[in-house]
């Protein structure tokens, strides 16, 4: 379980408010592929093509499964999910894109919008995991923007894949490398299935909803 702080801090005016600064997911791509075309070899800007390419495959390769589309049929009212990222984050680059491709066949009943993590630090900081500021992180929000679930920043299987790689100097250094190995033998099947559980629990509102 992917432990998050904090929750309780920002109302639903305050959601409705940052959904309302979030940029669409065009938006996001074409700011990534801007940041890409800058080849920075420096900083985390370095990151970003790389990470242009993961979405870009995703994009191309990634199908809703059955189950899933199973699930957003039963969805009643409409869900915001408000997706705290960065372009340069790697796992933002394995998630978001199957985020996208998920609202797209939704029909409508999942409106996704993406907002950066450095320009709204409050934002982050009242849903941290752990004391981390760890990205990329989904708030599910109802028709009325009530706080319906949270997720991130990455499937519960791969967070203790971290943990554990992190936890052992032979491994720590190069943990970034097996999680991205993990995410490709993976194919999207749990980002898939923790993101079944957040659409169910938003069929009402879950104050304490961790998934």
């Not at 959904?19 to 938006?27: G, I, K, L, M, N």
């Not at 052992?168 to 993990?182: F, I, M, Q």
Request: hydrophobic letters at 40%.
């Amino acid at each position: 379980m992917n432990q998050v702080r904090n929750i309780h801090q920002l109302t639903k005016f305050e959601y409705k408010s940052y959904f309302e600064q979030a940029v669409d997911f065009d938006s996001y791509l074409n700011k990534m592929q801007e940041e890409a075309a800058l080849k920075s070899e420096e900083g985390l800007l370095s990151y970003v093509p790389m990470n242009l390419q993961r979405v870009t495959r995703i994009l191309k390769t990634y199908e809703v499964s059955s189950s899933l589309l199973e699930t957003i049929e039963q969805i009643q009212h409409k869900i915001y999910w408000l997706v705290i990222t960065e372009n340069w984050c790697g796992d933002a680059a394995q998630i978001i894109p199957v985020m996208h491709k998920i609202a797209q066949s939704a029909g409508g009943k999942i409106n996704l919008k993406l907002i950066y993590r450095d320009e709204h630090l409050p934002l982050i900081d009242a849903h941290l995991t752990g004391s981390s500021r760890s990205i990329p992180k989904l708030i599910q929000l109802d028709t009325h923007f009530n706080l319906t679930a949270i997720w991130g920043p990455r499937p519960n299987d791969a967070q203790q894949l971290v943990v554990e790689l992190k936890n052992n100097p032979a491994t720590a250094d190069k943990y970034s490398e097996e999680l991205h190995k993990w995410y490709a033998q993976n194919k999207q099947t749990y980002i898939e299935r923790d993101l079944i559980k957040a659409i169910q629990k938003g069929s009402a509102l879950c104050a304490d909803c961790f998934i």
